[in-house]
């Protein structure tokens, strides 16, 4: 179970504070599918990095089955079994599919257990586990690849940020059935995913809405799903996204450029 | 034929010919400037020079599937040498070809060695060449290493170039020298990193004079600590040709690089490319694996090891 108390974040903007994420408490039940959403800017991203450890927050506490990890490292939350997938997934340049595979298990696994995974994303496995991790893969494969490193590492708690961002329809669909998959298999874990789509806000037991860095709305899929429809926050598999709204971090191509 | 070697000279030779026993085919053992065991085969003959400063390795017209290990190892420490060997590929032969050189140096003076190799590649000939420097050792001295590669290449040959130094030479100044016919076909791959105080310079002109003659020189280096490192690469294309080469280099703590990447072209059709790119570790890289439990140490070794794979 994860527990966030009074959580604020805020970045410095042009020498002005301004606040991401405010005064924010959410509880994350075991066995739960949630999903968080809401419009562009909203400070989705945020949360998910903030529990993965990527950010710290400037005030509050984040608790994971009654710890505190408010101050520990990504490490450390790793190894108490947070995962997370990005929302943009990385390349490495000589790194291959089985050696990443390898290093979110922890184990020197055959390329045959790799392989289920890669299988277990939709990637068919011979083809892909001696793939460079780098420019040559399509940013849908990467996207699998990335959800299949989660899959390996086998956390009790799963974070995926959009995981719908930079991905074609068909892989789409391919996607929806790894987390309806996931969903079936979820005793003793939890997953939480920041989401615009409507698909994905379906299988959902939980739904969180996320507006200006505060909790707009927060309930039962059944209670949630219906005061979205045709807003902002929720999107159709193949509708777009609203051009006036805020752009997010993919879109800004924030970032390094990799060596 | 074989002397005894030590421990030290044994994991050397382990280090830069992955040899664990004699090898088989024809080979060259060097050990501190004197041939430690030498072996021919029915279509490789090696023979030292009549002056004494290097090896001629002739290689049969049509000889396949053999292997050639010509592997030096230094561990007397002020050791200075410079070796001259001469590779004559016959036409139409396939063969690896394993070289190397480590320098174990636990003494205060330093230790070198300037290898000259020249390749005369016959006509449809298909090398592989495998050159692997390593240094090791406490002492003072430096070990150093200058190779010269000269590689002339006939009619529709191949020639595909390993060249591995990841670790311990203190001082190396490598020039590749290259010159191919019609049809001739280069493929370099460099993989360098240095630490410390080191200082690697590896300079290539290639020189392309064949009407479809190609080259592929790559170059993915680590410099860390406070080491330099220059790669300067330059293709001439001097006929209807096709060129590419790349600089990728990741550099760390006060590490320093220079890429050179230099084109010239003499025709028309000729078809040139070159790349470079120097930079930090991203950031992503690393909290990526940490988000996989590995700490930032552990994660930036697993990306300079698969860089450098």
């Known amino acids: 179970m994860l527990e966030l108390d009074r959580i604020s974040f805020s970045v410095d903007e042009d020498g002005q504070e301004k606040d991401i994420i405010e005064d924010i408490s959410l509880t994350i039940p075991d066995n739960k599918l949630v999903v968080i959403t809401g419009p562009n800017g909203g400070g989705k991203s945020t949360m998910a990095r903030l529990i993965a450890g990527i950010e710290k927050p400037i005030s509050g506490r984040i608790l994971f089955n009654g710890t505190d990890i408010t101050q520990m490292s990504i490490t450390d939350r790793a190894k108490m079994g947070i995962g997370f997938a990005f929302q943009q997934p990385v390349r490495f340049k000589g790194l291959q599919v089985l050696d990443l595979i390898r290093l979110a298990t922890g184990r020197q696994i055959t ?9 277990a994303v939709g990637l068919c496995a011979r083809d892909y586990i001696d793939r460079e991790v780098n420019a040559s893969l399509s940013g849908g494969e990467l996207k699998r690849i990335e959800i299949a490193t989660i899959l390996a590492k086998g956390s009790s708690l799963s974070i995926f940020d959009e995981p719908e961002a930079g991905i074609d329809l068909w892989s789409f669909q391919n996607l929806i059935e790894v987390f309806e998959n996931m969903r079936r298999s979820i005793r003793g874990s939890s997953i939480l995913i920041i989401s615009h789509q409507e698909r994905i806000l379906n299988i959902a037991d939980e739904i969180v809405v996320l507006r200006d860095g505060k909790i707009a709305a927060q309930g039962p899929r059944e209670e949630i799903l219906p005061t979205l429809i045709g ?7 193949c509708g777009k996204a609203d051009p006036g709204a805020p752009k997010s971090e993919t879109e800004t191509g924030k970032g390094e450029q990799q060596a | 034929m074989i002397r005894q070697l030590d421990e030290i000279q044994k994991r050397l030779l382990r280090e830069v010919a992955d040899l664990h026993k004699v090898p088989e085919g024809a080979f060259n053992i060097r050990s501190n400037g004197e041939s430690a065991g030498r072996a021919s085969t029915a279509n490789i003959e090696i023979t030292p020079k009549e002056n004494g400063s290097g090896l001629d390795i002739r290689i049969k017209p049509g000889t396949k599937n053999e292997s050639v290990h010509i592997p030096v190892v230094m561990t007397q420490s002020g050791l200075t040498e410079l070796v001259y060997n001469d590779f004559f590929i016959g036409e139409d032969a396939d063969v690896i070809i394993v070289a190397g050189c480590g320098i174990d140096n636990c003494g205060p003076k330093d230790s070198e060695h300037d290898g000259i190799h020249r390749f005369y590649v016959g006509k449809n000939a298909k090398i592989k060449y495998v050159e692997k420097h390593y240094g090791s050792g406490t002492g003072t001295g430096k070990r150093i290493l200058n190779p010269g590669t000269e590689v002339y290449m006939e009619e529709n040959s191949t020639m595909e170039m390993e060249m591995v130094q990841i670790k311990g030479v203190d001082d190396t100044d490598r020039t590749t020298t290259a010159e191919l016919a019609a049809g001739a076909k280069l493929v370099v791959r460099e993989r360098l990193m240095t630490h410390g105080q080191q200082r690697a310079i590896s300079s290539y002109v290639v020189n392309l004079n064949g009407e479809g003659s190609s080259a592929d020189v790559v170059s993915r280096s680590v410099a860390r600590d406070d ?5 300067d690469a330059k293709l001439l294309g001097n006929a209807a040709c096709s060129g590419h080469t790349e600089c990728d280099s990741i550099i760390m703590d006060h590490g320093r690089i220079l890429a050179v990447p230099g084109l010239e072209a003499n025709n028309v059709d000729a078809a ?8 930090k570790i991203a950031g992503d890289q690393i909290i990526k694996l940490m988000t996989l439990g590995l700490t930032e140490q ?3 070794e697993q990306i300079i090891n698969g860089f450098l794979k």
């Open chain 2, 227 to 231: 080491s330099y490192q220059k790669f």
């Open chain 1, 111 to 119: 390329v045959a257990e790799a392989c289920k995974y890669l299988s």
């Open chain 2, 272 to 279: 040139l490319v070159h790349e470079a790119a120097i930079g």
């Open chain 1, 231 to 237: 807003t902002t926050s929720m999107m159709p598999a």
């Open chain 2, 298 to 300: 552990e994660a930036e």
